[in-house]
Structure formats: structure tokens, C-alpha cells
């Protein structure tokens, strides 16, 4: 039981490059979220899923794009890197919703953009 | 909208001294709360939690009381650690929320020195 993965670990873009973080779970949960850390303002939702095929915004959705087509995988894609988007990256997920549910987080992923 | 605040840090303590990192938050009706903690390198993992009013969640020698009337789950431990060095996140959950969209406050890093 490997938990919730993520790769790559560390990435280095050019403005205007795309490319696709990996987030894996192997807990069969049907929740699962990205998260970019940036420092002094915590966490910031990016993305969420409630199942494969469900997803929707969260606070910070511009620029990234989401799909969610296994239980098991949702990846985070950026179209035109930037900047802005320098940050750590995190994937989380949980077995379903509600207010007492605990979210597991993977080791995330450290992203610059040149 | 739903918002934490925690002190700011860094919280700079000997070992065994007693630990105190505020957090009070802003939110409808009565949310889940927790406090997750950052080691350096890794991603966030689950320290306690409490769900309803009153309720104390503990682990690891870390306990924090949902206080309703303060609107507050301030974080304490007796005697800290080396050991215990990270960043401390305190965080809500909607009662009619999704498990997937926890808000965060800015962390605060804690350093215990020998």
C-alpha cells in the first residue's frame, strides 16, 4: 500500500511550456485534490474530484487543467507554464466526503518556471 | 467565506518546553478542524483532529479543543522535541462540504533546539 504518489518530484519549465503532474492513489478513494503551497499563504485548492469523471474548481483553477478518467489517477496539467505557477505541489485524496473525512497527502512535486 | 488564522511564526523553543501555536477561524455553522504537520521534505500528514464542539483531539502528545464559543483549536504539547521541528497547519472542513476542500492557514514553523 504505497498511499498517494506523485511524480516527478522536482521540475524545472520555461515560460510557455506544458506539461502533466502525476498523482496516483492505491486506497480506492473516490476524493481526490491538488493543492499548490506557496509560502505564507498555506495551501491553496487548485482542483478536486468527487469520483472518475467528477471534477470542478477549487480556489486557484487558472492555468491548470484536470481530468479524472480512473479512480485511482488525477493529473494535473499546466498549458502554458509561468512563473506564478513556481510553487510545491501536492495531491490529496480521501475515501468520501463528509466533515470528518481525513485527507491523505502525497510527497509533492517542486515546480520553477523560468 | 471560510478562513484560519494562525500565529506567525517561527516559534523558536528548547526541547521540553511547552508548546503553544494559535489558530482561530472564521465559518458557517460548526466545521471539522485539524491540525496537519509538514516535516522538512515530506508532504502533509494528519495530526489530530476533532469534529464537533468540545471534542479534543490528541496524538503524539499533541492535543487541541474545538472551542466554539472562541471560535478556536489551538495546538499545545506539554514537553516538545527535536524531533518535533516542522510546519504546523491548522485547518477546516464545511460541515456540508466535501472532503475535498479543506482551507488552510499559513502554516507556522516550529524549531526545537537541544
Known amino acids: 500500500n504505497a498511499g498517494v504518489t506523485q511524480t516527478p518530484k522536482f521540475q524545472v519549465l520555461k515560460t510557455g511550456q506544458s506539461m502533466t503532474l502525476q498523482c496516483a492513489q492505491d486506497m480506492n478513494h473516490e476524493y481526490m485534490s491538488w493543492y499548490r503551497q506557496d509560502p505564507g499563504m498555506g495551501l491553496r485548492l487548485i482542483h478536486y474530484s468527487v469520483g472518475a469523471g467528477i471534477t470542478d474548481q477549487g480556489e486557484v483553477p487558472n492555468g491548470y487543467n484536470v481530468s479524472r478518467s480512473t479512480t485511482e489517477d488525477f493529473p494535473l496539467r499546466l498549458l502554458s507554464a509561468a512563473p506564478s505557477q513556481t510553487s510545491v505541489y501536492f495531491c490529496a485524496s480521501s475515501s468520501s466526503g463528509g466533515a470528518k473525512e481525513t485527507q491523505y497527502f502525497g510527497p509533492g512535486t517542486r515546480l520553477l518556471v523560468l | 467565506g471560510d478562513s484560519v488564522t494562525q500565529m506567525e511564526g517561527p516559534v523558536t523553543l528548547s526541547e521540553e518546553a511547552f508548546l503553544t501555536i494559535n489558530c482561530t477561524y472564521t465559518a458557517t455553522g460548526y466545521p471539522s478542524l485539524f491540525w496537519y504537520v509538514q516535516y522538512p521534505g515530506e508532504g502533509l500528514q494528519l495530526l489530530l483532529k476533532?469534529?464537533?464542539?468540545?471534542d479534543k483531539g490528541s496524538n503524539k502528545g499533541f492535543e487541541a479543543t474545538y472551542r466554539k464559543e472562541t471560535t478556536s483549536f489551538h495546538l499545545e504539547k506539554g514537553s516538545v522535541q527535536v524531533s518535533d521541528s516542522a510546519v504546523y497547519f491548522c485547518?477546516?472542513?464545511?460541515?456540508?462540504?466535501?472532503?475535498?476542500?479543506?482551507?488552510f492557514g499559513t502554516g507556522t514553523r516550529l524549531q526545537v533546539t537541544l
Open positions: 485547518a477546516l472542513l464545511p460541515l456540508t462540504g466535501t472532503a475535498s476542500k479543506l482551507t
Open positions: 476533532a469534529t464537533k464542539a468540545d
